[in-house]
């Protein structure tokens, strides 16, 4: 695949810029053309402000700011865009506005740009159409705020490309957007449902079954979300809930067609009045007229073939920000409750019919099943693809088994020469699943936990052993049981934005699916001891210099890598290495010697003073009986074969989980730093 070193975004309004700025944030150059020079400067202005109310909420440094402005042109010449590699339209919902815009950069732009509209109205073929380049043609709904909403929904038109869709995804990885793909349809997947949200709340007002402040009320018991629809409609505007509800009536039917009091609303130019007493004896009600119609057109989309079950809950989660996802709700409150939902409002828009998959899943009388595990073969590679991105694509019982099951479909090809895992989203793998362990420690039930690390290790065994060539695929962030996912594979390909770390020893526990035995395979046990003790981030860079990381490289080149590691053979990734002189100090201070001074509370000798300090520090801060039972594992572990080691971590599980600091530590995730008492 080819390299992107240049995006284009047309117009420089609140999206445009928005699309422009988050691009630029992540390294990507960008030009940002609008017809006017004032439009263009106010759009400069609109990003530099919000880069500098970043600089003030610490999320940015002065010279992170630089660099992005640094990255971003502003223009009004088109004719700035001729060779970029991909071109994103971001101007107001005209269609004849739009499509003379892709006309003339049809004109404009070389053989090799896509062209990509932002819409989130009409049909992604309808401007393909009016191009020379349908196939290189695609949509790109971005969502408000675009520089910080991390959802974009990926739309291929009947003709657009395998090479465009591959294109267009690696792209949205680049600037740290989590796709979903989904079919060329009214409202594509989140607008589906969420315009009929905001529109069945402006008639259930004006049917008098409750007022603003109830139904408002509803929606967030309903869906756990911070602002009810009418709220929603005052801060995005009530002219854009009327016009995406107008286009959904126009292609989808009555059921879908904009209420009167919106209309009516949108004409009077005022916002809605939120003011008032909530009516807790219609709260019932209108939750159950919202999840008629919310859950309703959810299993209707999946239906229809537009997403799956996942992605319409994924861009729930990231792209509207609710708890939980269509889905599961729907296996929250029950399918049967759905069901009885969904069929009122059957009964009340009769051209609205009752999805499919829901009366199926009704008549099984079971919860819908999640797909968290995709793979991909394509010749003689099959991609493993952990797809769980709103949860940073933790492990837990779900996911680690249908790891096994893609895993075992791979390896059972003969015509699969490599196998690669690969994280969706900004993450590789962040680690387990938090709320398992939580959930075990109080019922008392950590046998369980003992059994499901214990079915890790055998599958991480497998992949370590296997006769195919296993390969990590790490482009982001992996902690914990993704790290140590990683180190399982025999080889792992990093890009620059691929990291490790083991923190397991701040919230309470160890690293339990190998993480100390392979890094100390590598790395060996004191430098080992050191990311075990510390928590400190090995990036690409640095795992590629210890012989972690097999090849770093840039996005673009991960297939041409993958490539050349099948015509080369499995590496030997245990093989006798020396430890670069910049690693050494590391190392020393957690020797044998220098740990049994740390854990008298004295400072490691034999290496700088402020290094000294930093890791006594760092290490003060975990938890004391996780780090003496990681030290001795390690210890421990030297010059035991593969399954000796695996046999010395699960024998210490209970004792670690039984500790007072390990629901302590687990408990803190997110919340607090821990105060762990040595119990």
């Known amino acids: 695949m080819s390299q992107i070193n240049k995006i284009g975004v047309i117009g420089a309004g609140n999206m445009g810029s928005g699309i422009a700025q988050k691009m630029a944030q992540e390294g990507l150059n960008v030009v940002m053309v609008d017809i006017k020079e004032e439009f263009v400067q106010r759009g400069l202005d609109t990003i530099k402000g919000l ?44 269609k004849k506005v739009k499509a003379d815009l892709f006309q003339n950069l049809d004109q404009i732009c070389e053989d090799k ?18 191009t020379s380049r349908p196939d290189r043609f695609i949509g790109l709904h971005y969502f408000f705020h675009p520089a910080k909403n991390r959802l974009l929904e990926v739309i291929p038109h009947e003709d657009t490309s395998n090479d465009t869709l591959e294109k267009s995804l690696l792209v949205a990885k680049l600037h740290g957007k989590t796709s979903i793909v989904v079919k060329d349809a009214p409202g594509f997947a989140v607008n589906r449902f969420f315009v009929p949200f905001l529109n069945e709340a402006a008639r259930m007002l004006e049917e008098g079954l409750a007022d603003i402040p109830t139904i408002e009320a509803a929606a967030k018991q309903a869906f756990k979300i911070g602002m009810g629809p009418f709220e929603l409609m005052n801060v995005t505007g009530i002219p854009i809930a009327v016009h995406a509800s107008t286009t959904l009536g126009n292609e989808l039917g009555p059921f879908y067609a904009t209420a009167d009091s919106l209309k009516a609303q949108m004409e009077k130019n005022e916002l809605w009045n939120l003011e008032g007493d909530v009516d807790e004896s219609r709260i019932e009600a209108v939750v159950e007229r919202f999840y008629g119609v919310c859950l309703g057109v959810a299993a209707a989309l999946v ?15 990231i792209g509207l920000r609710w708890v939980m996802g269509p889905f599961e709700i729907m296996n929250k409150i029950g399918v049967d409750r759905t069901y009885a939902a969904v069929e009122a409002i059957n009964q009340k828009y009769p051209d609205f019919k009752m999805p499919a998959i829901l009366a199926k899943q009704n008549e099984l009388g079971r919860p819908f099943d999640f797909k968290f595990v995709d793979l991909d073969i394509k010749g003689e590679i099959a991609t493993i693809t952990l797809n769980r991105p709103e949860a940073m694509n933790a492990l837990n019982e779900t996911v680690v088994a249908q790891l096994g099951e893609r895993f075992a479909e791979a390896e059972n090809d003969p015509d699969v020469k490599a196998i690669v ?44 052993n296997s ?45 339990g699916l190998g993480g100390m035995l392979r890094t100390a395979r590598m790395v060996g046990p004191d430098l080992a001891k050191y990311y075990m003790f510390t928590g400190a981030t090995i990036t690409a860079q640095d795992a590629h210099e210890l012989g972690i990381v097999t090849k770093l490289v840039a996005p673009s080149d991960v297939e041409s890598a993958i490539q050349e590691l099948i015509a080369e053979g499995k590496p030997d990734k245990y093989k006798q290495r020396e430890i670069p002189a910049k690693f050494k100090p590391y190392a020393v201070a957690c020797n044998r010697e220098n740990v049994a001074r740390i854990f008298a509370g004295e400072t ?75 119990a």
């Open 51 to 94: 880069l500098q109310e970043g600089v003030e909420r610490k999320i940015f440094k002065p010279e992170q700011v630089d660099a992005t402005l640094g990255r971003i042109t502003g223009t009004t010449d088109f004719a700035a865009v001729s060779d970029a590699d991909l071109v994103v339209e971001a101007v107001f919902e005209d």
């Open 113 to 130: 740009t896509i062209l990509a509209t932002n819409t989130s109205s009409f049909f992604v073929r309808e401007f393909a159409e009016k």
């Open 303 to 317: 239906d229809e073939g537009v997403a799956s079950i996942e992605d319409t809950d994924r861009g729930a989660k």
């Open 421 to 464: 895992f690969q994280g969706a989203g900004k993450a590789f793998v962040a680690g387990a699943d938090i709320k398992y362990f939580i959930d075990k420690i109080k019922s008392d039930q950590i046998s369980d936990i003992v059994q499901f690390t214990r079915g890790g290790h055998e599958l991480f065994l497998k992949i370590e």
């Open 467 to 511: 006769a195919k060539l296993t390969i990590a695929l790490l482009d982001g962030l992996a902690l914990g049981g993704g790290s140590e996912l990683a180190l399982t594979c025999q080889a792992i390909v990093a890009t620059p934005a691929g990291s490790m770390g083991f923190t397991e020893t701040g919230i309470g526990i160890f690293p």
């Open 604 to 678: 490691p000798q034999g290496v700088p003073e402020d290094l000294a300090a930093r890791i006594t520090k760092f290490i003060g801060f975990k938890a004391p009986i996780a780090l003496k039972i990681s030290n001795e594992i390690i210890d421990q572990q030297v010059d035991k074969s593969m399954e000796e080691g695996v046999e010395i971590e699960l024998g210490r599980l209970n004792d670690i989980f039984s500790t007072a600091d390990a629901l302590e530590g687990l408990s803190s995730v997110g919340r607090r730093r821990p105060e762990f008492k040595g």
